[in-house]
């Protein structure tokens, strides 16, 4: 069976660290691009990161300005598994955080999320102020 399942998620405090996984099964990254996205109360789903297919794009990666020195996307082919490190959390970051695959060997940030295949059901990630 292929899917995702996103883990890690919880409460921090402003300025803390929490460190997401996804761990896909089914299908490696060879040929898979993950992305990450969130979406929080009454807004809209946007991207917060992804991370290309290994095979042929090396693995070249996305941030949202948004994110932009304070989050790191790394995979873990052995594992299987594509992390999303968040540091410097903010107020804004609370939302529920999905992880997506998309079978394909583009730049993952020329993928729209209508494109991914399969989605993890997401976790709560809430930072107090």
């Not at 693995?59 to 300005?65: E, K």
Request: net charge negative; aromatic share 12%.
């Amino acid at each position: 069976e292929v899917q995702v399942v996103e883990s890690g998620g919880g409460l921090v405090q402003a300025g803390g660290s929490l460190r997401l996984s996804c761990a896909a099964s089914g299908f490696t990254f060879d040929d898979h691009a993950i992305g990450w996205f969130r979406q929080a109360p009454g807004k809209e789903r946007e991207g917060v990161s992804c991370i290309s297919s290994t095979d042929v794009t090396a693995s070249t990666t996305w941030y949202a300005d948004s994110v932009k020195g304070r989050f790191t996307i790394s995979s873990d082919n052995a594992k299987n598994t594509v992390y999303l490190q968040m540091n410097s959390l903010k107020a804004e970051d609370t939302a529920v955080y999905y992880c997506a695959a998309v079978k394909g060997y583009n730049d993952c940030v020329g993928y729209q999320p209508l494109e991914y295949d399969y989605w993890g059901q997401g976790t709560q990630v809430t930072v107090s102020s």
